[in-house]
């Protein structure tokens, strides 16, 4: 149920953020997040039962799973503020914390300044990687952005290209001993060397972005 909830405020999240994030891949999202929870609670429980076990708990695993899924109840709350760039995840990962600790000392009888020595040190090196991966993931999507931009001025340029011979009167052909180039312009349309080279400068521009593209 939590898992739905926190799905829930993710699909309204990615619609409102996301440019281009249709209702129904963000419905897709809700749908996927309740069993990303499921499956995510016995393996993050067996985590923390490992760690505890490591620190001298003498709980068993079923004690570690309640423990976990009772961490569960924050969900939604980390998702919404997941949200923030970067400062949300890290944000996310303090409260996180804070209950562990708790969970550490109630529960499982750790001495408190053990948790917070352990389980903070755990929760800096995951907020530094998540940091990365999100600082990673926006960079990528930049340079997409731009990529695409630059594959539609380009496209433009040679749009603006093309309707500029079609409005030109049919001209003199090529001077004699001039190298023909590979593109070729439409049939009974002569074009100047500077047009010529402004065609194919765009047309080379725009191959670079799309092989760019396909290597992504």
Known sequence: MLGVVA???????????????????????????PVVVAIGSFIGAAILFVVWKLMGSQ????????????????????????????????????????????????????????AWMVFGILTAILSLMSVSATYTARKSLREMGAGTQQMEEAAKSMQRQAEQMQRQPQQ?????????????????????????????DAQRILEDLQKQQRGK
């Open 7 to 33: 799905g829930l405020f993710q699909m309204v999240g990615h619609v409102l953020t996301i440019p281009g994030m249709s209702v129904f891949m963000a419905f897709g999202s809700m749908v996927f997040m």
């Open 59 to 114: 709980e068993n695993y079923e004690t570690a799973y309640r423990s976990a899924a009772y961490l569960a109840a924050l969900s939604p709350i980390t998702t919404v503020i997941g949200f923030i760039p970067y400062l949300g995840t890290v944000i996310s990962m303090l409260i996180g914390l804070y209950y562990i600790v708790i969970v550490s000392v109630e529960v499982h009888a750790i001495a408190a300044k053990k």
């Open 172 to 200: 003199q052909p090529a001077p004699a001993g001039q190298p023909s180039s590979p593109m070729q312009a439409p049939t009974g349309v002569h074009l100047t060397p500077e047009q010529q080279k402004q065609l194919e």
